[in-house]
């Protein structure tokens, strides 16, 4: 029962927020909007059981969406995108074509012969999803990904001026 509460919840929050997004006069606005709406989303694949995908796009969301509005600071000749500006263009076009989606796929839920399912959820959804993705090669995969993000810290640490050992090299100038 808490389940369903929670998905309905994050589910109005996501549409209404999504709704914002083209609702608000600022970018700044709309960015904060975008993130709520992803949020839920995220908050909706934790629902379903899959524990590290959800907190995958949680942190990923969140990352991308700090980085937009550190870009929106930099580049925008409006200041933090505070500044009042229209977020929606092309009205009438895009309420047509909105319309003629969403008939075209209500259409295609309503007369399609959707199977029966069979069998029964996996015990592990996340172990499940592994394997569907990876196959037989997920601790190759595993492994792989700690080499490259071992590769990637070793990369950074040698190349910084000061070197490995952090100590200053004869003939490297500050």
Same mark, same amino acid.
């Given at each position: 029962?808490?389940?369903?509460?929670?998905?309905?919840?994050?589910?109005?929050?996501?549409?209404?927020?999504?709704?914002?997004?083209?609702?608000?006069?600022?970018?700044?606005?709309?960015?904060?909007?975008?993130?709520?709406?992803?949020?839920?989303?995220?908050?909706?694949?934790?629902?379903?059981?899959?524990?590290?995908? *959800?907190?995958?796009?949680? $942190?990923?969301?969140?990352?991308?969406?700090?980085?937009?509005?550190?870009?929106?600071?930099?580049?925008?000749?409006?200041?933090? *995108?505070?500044?009042?500006?229209?977020?929606?263009?092309?009205?009438?076009?895009?309420?047509?074509?909105?319309?003629?989606?969403?008939?075209?796929?209500?259409?295609?839920?309503?007369?399609?012969?959707?199977?029966?399912?069979?069998?029964?959820?996996?015990?592990?959804?996340?172990?499940?999803?592994?394997?569907?993705?990876?196959?037989?090669?997920? $601790?190759?995969?595993?492994?792989? *990904?700690?080499?490259?993000?071992?590769?990637?810290?070793?990369?950074?640490?040698?190349?910084?001026?000061?070197?490995?050992?952090?100590?200053?090299?004869?003939?490297?100038?500050?």
């Amino acid at each position: 029962m808490l389940t369903d509460v929670v998905f309905w919840v994050l589910a109005v929050v996501a549409v209404a927020a999504g709704v914002l997004v083209f609702r608000v006069d600022s970018m700044a606005r709309a960015t904060y909007a975008l993130l709520t709406a992803l949020l839920c989303g995220g908050g909706e694949v934790l629902l379903l059981g899959l524990d590290y995908l *959800g907190v995958v796009i949680v $942190l990923m969301m969140t990352i991308e969406m700090a980085l937009m509005a550190v870009f929106m600071v930099m580049f925008m000749m409006n200041p933090a *995108g505070l500044m009042p500006m229209s977020m929606v263009h092309n009205t009438r076009g895009a309420a047509v074509i909105c319309g003629l989606v969403f008939a075209a796929l209500a259409t295609g839920i309503l007369v399609t012969d959707w199977p029966d399912r069979r069998g029964a959820p996996p015990a592990d959804p996340t172990k499940a999803l592994g394997m569907s993705l990876m196959g037989p090669q997920m $601790l190759t995969m595993m492994t792989l *990904g700690m080499a490259l993000f071992a590769t990637i810290v070793g990369t950074v640490v040698l190349a910084t001026r000061r070197g490995r050992y952090d100590v200053d090299r004869p003939g490297v100038s500050r």
